[in-house]
Nanobody, 127 residues
Framework: QLQLVESGGGPVQPGDSLSLSCAAS????????MAWFRQAPGKEREFVAA????????SYADSVKGRFTISRDNFKNTMYLEMNSLKPEDTADYYC????????????????????WGQGTQVTVSS
């Protein structure tokens, strides 16, 4: 079992930066593929970024590529999402997710493949 808790959301202005954290409780954090998803009001949940067990492999949605950076610290059982050059269309509830992986380079972008979810943290980008 893995419990995930997001933090770091809040209101920001366009062009600002914001860092989200996802703290995991449970064993063997390093055996999980981790990801961020987001859901804007009235829209479906969408993939943002994913990170392999080792942290060596990443995947990003085209909409955030070059602006967002996903990372993890397996010693601290924590995953991060550094968000730069934020846009109003980045406004959403952001969720971290996890699933076990056998191979160190495995990545998954479909929400349905993830077994564990946090409660979400809200990010609002507005002038």
């Amino acid at each position: 079992q893995l419990q995930l808790v997001e933090s770091g959301g809040g209101p920001v202005q366009p062009g600002d930066s914001l860092s989200l954290s996802c703290a995991a409780s449970g064993r063997a954090f390093g055996t999980y593929v981790m990801a961020w998803f987001r859901q804007a009001p009235g829209k479906e949940r969408e993939f943002v970024a994913a990170l392999s067990r080792s942290g060596d492999s990443t995947s990003y949605a085209d909409s955030v590529k070059g602006r967002f950076t996903i990372s993890r610290d397996n010693f601290k059982n924590t995953m991060y999402l550094e968000m730069n050059s934020l846009k109003p269309e980045d406004t959403a509830d952001y969720y971290c997710a996890a699933r076990r992986a056998v191979l160190s380079f495995e990545l998954y972008v479909e929400a349905a493949t993830y077994d564990y979810w946090g409660q979400g943290t809200q990010v609002t980008v507005s002038s």
